[in-house]
């Protein structure tokens, strides 16, 4: 059974940084994307990053030059590094792991960064 379980939201003012984590169980790492969406209120959930098993990244506009993507195979997690952050930014992030046509979620975390 899949499970993605994110860390690492809060509180941070405008132009600090946060690190999330996602820990992933059941996965298969071989082919799979994984990646980071968020979704602010009243808007829709949106791409943020997506890291291929290959370590091919791709990058909203929006986030290009300040967050980075990563992924540890061996222990099966991604990391989303992002800096210069923005009251823009604010959202919750979601953590996707997605080894075909099938998308995998976990819970969220917040993510608010204040003027």
């Known amino acids: 059974q899949v499970q993605l379980v994110e860390s690492g939201g809060g509180l941070v003012q405008a132009g600090g940084s946060l690190r999330l984590h996602c820990a992933a169980s059941g996965i298969i790492f071989s082919g799979s994307v994984m990646g980071w969406y968020r979704q602010a209120p009243g808007k829709q959930r949106e791409l943020v990053a997506t890291i291929t098993s290959g370590g091919v990244t791709e990058y909203a506009d929006s986030v290009k030059g300040r967050f980075t993507i990563s992924r540890d195979s061996a222990k099966n997690t991604v990391s989303l590094q992002m800096n210069s952050l923005k009251p823009e930014d604010t959202a919750v992030y979601y953590c996707?792991?997605?080894?075909?046509?099938?998308?995998?979620w976990g819970q969220g975390t917040q993510v608010t960064v204040s003027s």
């Open positions: 996707n792991y997605r080894p075909g046509l099938r998308a995998y």
